[in-house]
């Protein structure tokens, strides 16, 4: 048999990846029934795919509750390198990333700090609670493709409002100190091994059954494709108001990687991975045509540069 195309096994890495998105902790076997690949080959696909930084995840990332928030901050300081260095360990800090553009740092807390007397400190750009986080789902198509469909119904669509503005709060977060450990455990892969993290946390498999069975009450799951390897797109952030966000979360999914989707009170953040290409002349333009058809009503934007995942 001659050697697989690289297309073919994008194509192929894809119908894995559509098995993760919809069940993140379905098992080779019943991925390799589904897609008609066979075990060996879903096995060495999976592995590649995470080597590659081909698909990230599945991540979770915590559901707003009446006892427990998460915040975000986009802020501009004197010097970001200084910044960025000092937050890692930083208490509280969940997640944090120097950009550039209207804001060079990006913070996520789990508590309200307040970050205006850290040395340099400039601006405040947004500050506010994070609401409920989506991954869009992707389609495998082209660049060009996807903007010609996107600018299509950009054209085509009216900018129904929606509720995302009130943001859905989680039930009462009654986690306990077992439930916390399997939280930073499995944050950022949800398909790793079980039973050794489990005895390396010394937390009971019949507690990790437990918090799984309740997991989407409290979290969002979250799995990324990157056909061209994550380390290879730039990461554009944007800030976006809108009164339909649904619409909004529905135009980002057309693209062949996966958009973040961030709620906030009046507001999206909007996190979009583009090739190093016209793709980025291609974005805007779909922005201003956004804006121009009143599905936005504007934008502030950064790049990501390097990021801390705590």
């Known amino acids: ?4 195309s690289q297309e073919t096994k994008i194509k192929n890495y894809f119908k894995i990846f559509e ?48 006892n427990y928030k998460e915040y975000l901050y986009l802020m501009n300081f004197s010097d970001p390198f200084k910044v960025f260095n000092g937050l890692k360990g930083f208490p509280h800090v969940v997640y944090h990333a120097m950009t550039f553009g209207d804001w060079n740092t990006m913070v996520v807390t789990d508590r309200l700090l307040d970050f205006s007397t850290l040395v340099g400190f400039e601006t ?38 929606d509720e995302y503005k009130n943001q859905r709060l989680a039930p009462f977060l009654d986690w306990g100190e077992d439930e916390w450990k399997l939280f930073h455990t499995f944050k950022y892969n949800m398909r790793q091994k079980v039973t050794p993290n489990l005895q390396k946390i010394n937390v009971r498999y019949e507690t990790y059954t437990k918090w799984m069975d309740t997991l989407e009450d409290h979290c969002t799951i979250h799995v990324g494709f990157y056909p061209g390897g994550y380390q290879n797109y730039l990461s ?21 990687t996966t958009t973040f989707v961030m709620e906030l009170k009046s507001q999206l953040l909007v996190i979009v991975s583009i090739p190093f290409s016209d793709a980025t002349t291609d974005l805007f333009c779909m922005l201003y045509r956004m804006k121009v058809n009143q599905i936005i009503k504007g934008f502030n934007k950064a790049v990501a540069l390097f990021y801390y995942q705590h």
């Not at 048999?1 to 697989?4: L, R």
Request: overall charge neutral.
């Open 1 to 4: 048999m001659g050697k697989i």
């Open 19 to 66: 098995q993760i998105y919809e069940n993140p902790t379905m098992s080779l076997y019943s991925i390799s029934l589904d897609t008609g690949l066979c075990r060996n080959t879903v096995s060495k696909y999976v592995k590649e795919m995470y080597e590659k930084d081909i698909v990230l995840g599945p991540h979770i990332r915590m559901r707003p509750a009446a």
């Open 236 to 256: 554009y952030c944007f800030l976006v108001s809108s009164d339909c966000g649904s619409l909004v979360k529905s135009l980002f999914s057309y693209f062949p």
């Open 124 to 161: 405040v750009v947004y500050q506010g609670v994070r609401g409920c986080s989506y991954t869009c789902k992707v389609e495998y198509t082209l660049w060009d493709e996807s903007f010609r469909k996107v600018n299509e119904q950009v054209a085509q669509s009216t900018c129904i409002e």
